[in-house]
């Protein structure tokens, strides 16, 4: 079983859309959460940590379930300019290295 | 530029060959980070460096593979006798000491196998 899981996707949404991604994690240990995000033949760019609490950065709502083990996105009101990937990012145990998922890819369309 | 900077950008080789990537890390940030990443795929952590020790290598990083960070600045990833399976992109984060959470990505070596 992978670290990170994702659903690769493709999601298509029209502009102006509500999308939102999960992803859930293997270890119950793990501390910290991130979402990337990944522009095509881009490197990745961190876009939001994910608190337990759930945090909110404009259009953008990161969720923490630790009983569960997963990690959700929420995004709204798609714009084009959010079509690209979404990786979701657990940093091991041991604070040492960020384990990526396989990353989820949002296409908005007009 | 004081992000990250990854030379070449890309690199095609032919099967058997030797390539030597190089990552320059910002400046004031002591650990590097190795990933490599393919198509479809998140990035896969290879190695990393705090200063000049290596102190964790993935099992991904066969022996083919050795990185190095002489001076606790710039890293090289030397892959020998490639095979087509390397074919991917490489990319080297930096982070300060502690705090990956910050880690910073550069673009990316392509290495194309033929």
């Known amino acids: 079983r992978k670290e990170v899981e994702q659903d690769p996707g493709p999601f298509n949404v029209p502009e102006g859309a509500t999308v939102a991604f999960n992803c859930t994690y293997s270890?119950?240990?793990?501390?910290?959460f991130f979402w990337y995000r990944q522009d095509c033949r881009k490197e990745p760019k961190l876009l939001m940590s994910?608190?337990?609490s759930g945090n909110e950065d404009g259009r953008f709502t990161a969720q923490l379930n630790r009983a569960s083990q997963y990690i959700s996105l929420l995004i709204r009101d798609s714009k084009l300019s959010d079509s690209a990937t979404y990786l979701c990012?657990?940093?091991?145990?041991?604070?040492?290295?960020?384990?990526f998922g396989t990353g989820t890819r949002l296409l908005v369309s007009p | 530029d004081t992000g990250v900077s990854q030379n070449p950008r890309h690199k095609i080789t032919k099967r058997g060959q030797n390539v030597t990537f190089r990552c320059d890390p910002i400046?004031?940030?002591?650990?590097l980070y190795w990933y490599r990443q393919t198509l479809g795929q998140g990035p896969e952590f290879l190695t990393y460096?705090?200063?000049?020790?290596?102190?964790?290598k993935s099992r991904l990083l066969s022996d083919r593979f050795s990185a190095e960070r002489p001076k606790g600045s710039f890293s090289t990833l030397e892959i020998q006798r490639t095979e087509q399976g390397d074919s991917a992109m490489y990319l080297c984060?930096?982070?300060?000491?502690?705090?990956?959470?910050?880690?910073?990505f550069g673009q990316g070596t392509r290495l194309t196998v033929v």
């Open positions: 460096f705090q200063n000049e020790a290596q102190l964790e």
């Open positions: 270890n119950s240990a793990s501390q910290s």
């Open positions: 990012v657990v940093m091991d145990t041991g604070f040492q290295k960020l384990v």
């Open positions: 994910v608190y337990s």
């Open positions: 984060a930096s982070s300060l000491r502690r705090d990956p959470t910050e880690a910073f």
């Open positions: 400046s004031e940030h002591n650990r």
